[in-house]
């Protein structure tokens, strides 16, 4: 097109858009008018007559032609009414005309001012929306010097401004490349905000993550380089602003945060002026606050002083220079003797740190100082394990410097005695650092600490350390890449040197080395245990006929000489290798059990021949024929457990389960934890734990005992010589299992497999073989019942026992509720209505009726009473404990909470020999239900209402309301406990109320101050008529300072219930 179309062009459309844009006829009508469609189509077509304008406009700046004034005073038109278009929902629009305005601007063309600050605006509200996209912070970033043409001192940029101050905590901005861009650049844009920008960032750093404080760094440092004159100077204000709070800040992770932002400005103090700027800084701060009387101030002056070490001008003169890093010397020396640990711990990081980085510019003699000291004698600290392994942790920093291990070769050597530190961190730190050692061909980490030091520590320190040490030791003992006989050789030097170790080191190595190699090493560890036990059955042989032979020569010798010979130096010597090679081999098992337990998981589908490898030279039969192997009874004993372990990974084997069963049936309640530990396992690993728990079942069961009572075996008779002679009329038998003797084994056996995660999951898995349990159990419960009625002592099962089982049958109600909460919550409730209608009211007796009948002495029946009262108070605390623990893992229901709830009110009202033990457990209840709110807050409060009213006085010291209360504290719902406290106490308050406080009720002063309440307190709290609730509620105003600020904002309810209780008593007053 011609110019002269265009300009007709350009004047038609400025005809068109001039009364649109006038009359503000694209905007939609609020309420329909009786035409109703001519209504709607209106606004339509307005815009669509803009779109118009709009694209024709668009396309001639697309061509960069000239452009006649009418389609500049169009586009002016337009951007002074974008935003009115885009309230208007014509978001499409509102974004062609945007378009055109930034083309407009980019492209230079005349009055460009005229389209920029409504454009700003509406590009600043795209952005900062929560469905804003890269493009739209692009495009802002694009416009950004258009905020030099703003006035911003007029008032009416204030919304512009709090837009701009809000690009620096949305996140879509700060995640963009182009949003930072335009985060620095407003930093030259208008001198007064830098102090908003850097509020803005300085505010949102005590909350914000890691990644948003680095950009935040990113900002000032690139910001602070782009900026000129007094912006510069500004920006160095605020960087100096947040050094002063990083060094006074109180909470560590504010400090951490401030500086990971000025960690900008140390990385890049090789650039232009950067040294010589934070030296400027710092100089009027940080050397005040190194010397600063509070050691907090001290500690997180030297962070930022290590971080920014070393402080100098690189430009300026020489002795300058000197004089600067003279003078950080002298300050590190001054922070290593620092009285506070804190500061000696961050002092030695950051020497060790700064000896790393700056080895060559720091004099050797001061190198040598400082390192002498921290390891002479803050290794040695024996006022702080923190300063002792910070100095292993600033040594692990000191080996990235590659000069200083000719220095740390001959030092390291002295700090060996800290291996056996008390301190496990200071162990740790010291493991840590022969790790970093380790990779180092200068330096041995065995010159440092010997391998036996290293083993005692294996064998004995904690499962954190261990780990480390067999981190450290797995490449020594365990080179993968050597042939089997070198690992079975240093395998077998290690148990040599300590067997306890090398248990602790193989039980852990699979996580260090291939698969391949831990089922190497298994295969080859039990092969050399079949060769041991062959030797070791031969040597004792050979030790037993050398011993005959010696003895028939020893007889020899005496006929001849007729003397006696002594014994003493046959009997040593003789078995003390026979008993360290028992041990050892019994070790070595032990370790080979351990291979083969974490090697046999870790042989997945890829591995499959290798599973199939391991388990044909891992057999049951195999295992058996070891056991058979061993002659010493003592060692066989000692070495079944691991082998039955072995025995449970493998597949199942019927006959020696059965062998096995037999055996846990002939266990006995003197049985150790290993021996039986390691047949259930082995049991439940090969799916028979039904006939485990039908075992239990049959020994439980109470019917015969409770009927029948076994006969007392007759007395041994004494011969006239003094010979115990037994009765001829007893038949001799085999010895076999005594139910009434093993329930004691069985119900320990019963509790070790509920406490065990894996055995108990294989249990409940047999819900068919728990059955029969739980009856038995029960049946228990009966007896319980027999005891408290009749109180009389149940035959053959006294007291002690039938509390065990009540509480081994409250366990499996509770894991059985965890199981399956639905079917299982009538067991529950079946237990807590028994001990509400049962044990409680027999336990609310102040004493318990004397048996009538019954010949005994007063002495005999006092102590029947007192053990059938004793009985009844431990039945009553296990069953209300089973509520406890219910409603505390949030397994009860309704009816539950319910009888819960009855339980407490019986306990605190009647049951008052209970409360002292069982206060824990309801302010747990009470907890736990004000926690979930909800509805659950009333029945809370309702009964932590009835507690307080309740409780015997002497123990309403001792139940504690403070957790309750921080918990409402937090949430801001104080006055829901506060509020009940003080109508409980105001219903008193009128008797022991002073005739003072009285007369100015009368008089209508109810504007009483938080003083004025705090001495009605004290008052109330002296009266001697006051009862012992509402003295506890005194009490708890005063001591607590939670309570107290509750009651201070309630002053006005507080009068208020003062006057409506006084104005209620006597009618006339005011």
């Not at 700060?174 to 650049?185: C, E, M, P, R, S």
């Not at 390291?412 to 496990?424: A, E, G």
């Not at 021996?675 to 082995?682: A, I, K, P």
């Not at 008529?1025 to 105003?1037: A, D, F, N, R, V």
Request: with cysteine.
């Amino acid at each position: 097109m011609t110019q002269q179309d265009l300009r007709g062009l350009g004047d038609f459309l400025l005809e068109q858009v001039t009364p649109i844009v006038r009359d503000a006829t694209f905007v939609q009508p609020e309420v329909e008018g009786i035409e109703g469609k001519a209504e709607l189509q209106r606004p339509q077509d307005a815009a669509s007559m803009l779109q118009a304008a709009c694209t024709v406009i668009r396309c001639v700046l697309k061509d960069k032609s000239p452009v006649t004034p009418s389609f500049q005073h169009i586009l002016v038109s337009l951007h002074d009414v974008l935003i009115d278009i885009a309230n208007a929902r014509h978001s499409t629009l509102a974004d062609e005309i945007s378009q055109a305005c930034e083309t407009w601007w980019l492209q230079g063309r005349p009055d460009k001012e005229q389209v920029a600050p409504v454009t700003l605006f509406f590009l600043l509200v795209r952005a900062l929306d929560t469905n804003s996209r890269a493009i739209d912070i692009t495009r802002l970033c694009a416009m950004r010097e258009a905020l030099t043409v703003i006035d911003f001192q007029h008032p009416s940029t204030n919304r512009l401004k709090n837009l701009l101050l809000k690009c620096y905590i949305h996140p879509n901005v700060l995640h963009n490349k182009a949003g930072i861009k335009f985060l620095v650049y407003l930093f030259q844009v208008y001198l007064p905000m830098v102090d908003a920008l850097h509020q803005t960032m300085k505010a949102q750093m005590r909350t914000c993550t890691k990644h948003i404080v680095n950009i935040y760094g990113e900002i000032y440092f690139r910001a602070w380089r782009a900026a000129q004159g007094p912006f510069r100077l500004r920006i160095e204000s605020s960087v100096q602003d947040l050094m002063d709070t990083g060094m006074k800040a109180a909470n560590n992770k504010v400090v951490s945060l401030i500086q990971k932002v000025l960690t900008h400005f140390y990385e890049k103090k090789m650039s232009n002026g950067v040294d010589e700027t934070l030296c400027r800084l710092y100089e009027p701060i940080i050397w005040r606050y190194l010397h600063a009387a509070n050691a907090k101030v001290r500690r997180n002056a030297a962070l930022f002083f290590f971080d920014a070490f070393p402080l100098m001008d690189s430009e300026a003169p020489q002795r300058i220079v000197d004089e600067a890093m003279q003078r950080q010397f002298s300050q590190i020396k001054e922070l290593l003797k620092d009285p506070s640990d804190g500061v000696r711990c961050i002092a030695v990081l950051g020497t060790c740190t700064a000896l790393a980085s700056y080895w060559e510019l720091i004099p050797t003699a001061t190198t040598q100082y400082l390192l002498n000291y921290i390891i002479s004698d803050l290794a040695h600290d024996k006022s702080s394990p923190s300063v002792r392994a910070a100095v292993f942790h600033g040594l692990e920093k000191l080996l990235a410097q590659y000069l200083s291990f000719e220095v740390l070769k001959v030092l390291l050597p002295s700090l060996q005695p800290l291996i056996h530190d008390s301190s496990d961190r200071v162990r740790q730190s010291f493991v840590q650092l022969l790790t970093g050692v380790k990779g180092l061909s200068d330096i041995k980490f065995y010159e440092i600490v010997p391998l036996p030091h290293l083993l005692h520590r294996l064998a004995v320190d904690s499962p954190t350390t261990t780990v480390k040490i067999t981190a450290l030791l797995a490449s020594v003992y365990v080179p993968y890449h050597k042939p089997t006989v070198s690992l079975l050789r240093r395998c077998l030097l290690m148990l040599h040197e300590n067997f306890k170790a090398a248990v602790v080191f193989y039980k852990q190595i699979h996580e260090h080395v291939p698969v391949f190699t831990v089922c190497k090493l298994a295969v080859a560890l039990l092969l050399h245990l079949k060769q041991c036990l062959h030797s070791f059955s031969q040597k004792q042989e050979e030790k037993k006929n050398s011993k005959e032979k010696e003895e028939e020569k020893r007889k020899e010798k005496e006929k001849e000489k007729g003397t006696d010979v002594s014994k003493l130096e046959e009997v040593q010597g003789a078995d003390d290798e026979t008993q360290l090679t028992g041990e050892g081999l019994v070790a070595l098992l032990e370790v080979t059990k351990y291979l083969f337990q974490r090697a046999l998981p870790l042989c997945t589908k890829e591995n499959a021949d290798l599973r199939k490898k391991l388990l044909k030279f891992f057999t049951v039969e195999t295992l058996i024929a070891l056991s058979r192997d061993v002659p010493d009874r003592q060692v066989k004993g000692a070495m079944m457990p691991h082998i039955l372990g072995i025995m449970s990974a493998l597949p199942q084997h019927a006959i020696s389960a059965k062998v096995l069963l037999t055996k846990l049936r002939m266990m006995s309640e003197d049985t150790p934890e290993i021996e039986y530990d390691s047949v259930l396992r082995c049991l439940f690993n090969w799916k028979f734990q039904v006939e485990v728990l039908r075992m239990i079942a049959e020994v439980f069961d109470t019917r015969e005992d409770a009927m029948t009572a076994s006969p007392s075996p007759p007395k041994k008779q004494k011969s006239k010589r003094g010979k115990k002679v037994q009765d001829e009329s007893v038949p001799k038998s085999k010895p076999k299992p005594v139910v009434e003797h093993n329930r004691p084994f069985c119900l320990r056996l019963f509790n070790f497999i509920l406490c065990d995660e894996e055995l108990r999951h294989a249990a409940f898995q047999a819900a068919e073989a728990m059955i029969p349990v739980a009856k038995s159990l029960i049946s228990y419960t009966e007896l319980v019942q027999q005891r408290i009625v009749t109180e009389d002592e149940i035959s053959g099962t006294p007291d002690n026992l039938l509390l065990s089982f009540l509480t081994t049958y409250c366990k499996l109600l509770i894991h059985q509720l965890g199981v399956c909460p639905e079917q299982d919550a009538q067991g529950v409730l079946s237990l807590l209505q028994w001990g509400l209608m049962v044990i409680l009211p027999k336990a609310s007796a102040q004493e318990t009726s004397r048996t009538k009948g019954k010949p005994g002495s007063h002495k005999h029946r006092e102590k029947r009473v007192h053990a059938m009262k004793a009985f009844v108070q431990c039945a009553g605390e296990l069953v209300f404990v089973v509520g406890a623990d219910v409603v505390s893992l949030g397994l009860a229901g309704e009816k539950i909470r319910n009888i819960v709830g009855d339980m407490i009110r019986h306990i605190v009202q009647r049951n008052h020999d209970l409360v002292p033990s069982l206060l824990s457990p309801i302010s747990r209840i009470i907890y736990h239900w004000f926690h979930i709110g909800g509805d659950l807050t009333e029945v809370a409060l309702k009964t932590l209402m009835d507690v307080v009213k309740d409780l015997p006085e002497d123990d309403l010291p001792t139940f504690s309301v403070n957790d309750i209360l921080v918990l409402h504290a937090a949430r801001n719902t104080l006055p829901i406990v506060s509020e009940p406290f003080l109508d409980l106490a105001m219903a008193q308050l009128d008797e022991v109320l002073p005739e003072c406080l009285k007369a100015a009720v009368e008089e209508g002063a109810h504007d009483y101050s938080t003083e004025d309440t705090g001495r009605l307190c004290a008052l109330m709290e002296d009266f001697d008529e006051l009862l012992p609730q509402s003295s506890y509620i005194m009490q708890l105003t005063m001591k607590s300072e939670l309570f107290f600020v509750s009651i201070a904002q309630q002053v006005p309810k507080t009068t208020q219930l003062l006057a409506n209780h006084y104005t209620a008593e006597n009618p006339h007053a005011n």
